[in-house]
């Protein structure tokens, strides 16, 4: 059975991983971008939520840096070993 889950689902999230793709930015400064692209009408976007969203990011981000980290250690992928 594949793992379905989609982290990043959220349209805030996806509208802060493409600022990121774009270049570094202060999450002050992609608040203001996206209010500039007038991404609000689509997006709900306050600075608590923004912040929220991006500790999540980051919290995803290093979760999987230590799957990847534990995975070439042991020279077994844990998405073999879940089945």
Do not use: C, W
Request: positive net charge; hydrophobic residues 35%; proline residues 5%.
């Amino acid at each position: 059975m594949t793992d379905t889950k989609r982290p990043f689902s959220n349209p805030l999230a996806l509208a802060i991983l493409v600022l990121l793709y774009e270049r570094p930015m202060h999450p002050y400064e992609m608040a203001t971008t996206m209010r500039e692209r007038r991404k609000q009408s689509s997006i709900k976007l306050n600075y608590g939520s923004l912040y929220t969203v991006i500790e999540q990011l980051l919290r995803e981000i290093m979760n999987y840096d230590a799957e990847f980290r534990r995975d070439d250690a042991t020279g077994v992928s844990s998405s073999h070993a879940r089945h």
